[in-house]
C-alpha cells in the first residue's frame, strides 16, 4: 500500500490482533531504506503508525533513527537554511518526546557505524584479515 501512496488507508485499517506484525514489517522495511529521502519513505509512515496507536517512544525512536541516516548520508545544511529535514526531525523528536510523561521520555538507540568502520568489517569478512589504510 505504501508503495502506491496509499498510507493514509494503511493507518485507518484495524489490523485487529495484527498490530505488532504490521509493526514489525515496517520497521523492516525502515531498516531495509538506505536513503530516508529517497522512495517511499517508511520511516515517515511507521512513525505515523505509532503516533496513531499512542506508542510516543516508539514514535521517537523511528525519527531518531531517520535523523542518525539522514545525518550519515552526509546532508549538511547550508548556513542559510533554517529549515532542513534534519532541523525539522530533531524538533518532531522533542515535540513527541515531550508528550510523553518525563520519567519515561528516553529511547534506546544503538550507536551507528562510520563509514570507515563499515568499510573495515566487510574488508575484514571479505578476506578473513583487516588492513586499515
Not at 23 to 30: F, H, R
Not at 110 to 124: D, G, P, S
Amino acid at each position: 500500500m505504501c508503495e502506491q501512496n496509499n498510507a493514509p488507508d494503511l493507518l485507518s485499517f484495524p489490523f485487529i490482533g495484527l498490530h505488532s506484525q504490521v509493526d514489525e514489517v515496517l520497521a523492516q522495511k525502515c531498516t531495509n531504506t538506505l536513503n530516508p529521502n529517497s522512495g517511499v519513505q517508511y520511516h515517515k509512515v511507521l512513525y505515523a503508525w505509532r503516533i496513531k496507536r499512542g506508542d510516543f517512544r516508539g514514535a521517537a525512536s523511528v525519527l531518531h533513527e531517520r535523523l542518525q541516516r539522514l545525518q550519515a548520508s552526509g546532508m549538511v545544511p547550508k548556513a542559510d537554511e533554517s529549515e532542513t529535514p534534519i532541523t525539522q526531525g530533531y524538533l518532531a523528536l522533542i515535540n513527541v518526546l515531550a508528550s510523553v510523561d518525563e520519567k519515561q521520555a528516553w529511547i534506546l538507540s544503538e550507536q551507528r557505524k562510520t563509514q570507515e568502520e563499515a568499510a573495515a568489517k566487510r574488508l575484514k569478512t571479505a578476506t578473513g584479515k583487516c588492513t586499515l589504510f
